[in-house]
């Protein structure tokens, strides 16, 4: 399994089990998925473009948002704290 399908399989474990109920704990378990994939060395724009390809496949706006929302983590649209590659 190469690095883009294993950010999609942890990805779509979450997104099994997301809910409206369950959004915000699984914005932060996907925070630490990406957090683990940066410390596993993945070049940020490949985790970008893995997961903007896979949210262009979504038809659903619940699993869409949350897409978008990890992908704000990944471009360094969010707040400092939550910054996780530096060379952004």
Partial sequence: MGNSDEIIAQIEELLLLLTKDN???KIQEGY???LKLRNLGLDREVVYQTLYKYYNTLADNLNSNFIADILDFVDGWCSPQYFI???R
Avoid: E, P
């Fill in 85 to 87: 590659w530096s060379d």
């Fill in 23 to 25: 959004y915000d704990s």
């Fill in 32 to 34: 630490l998925i990406l």
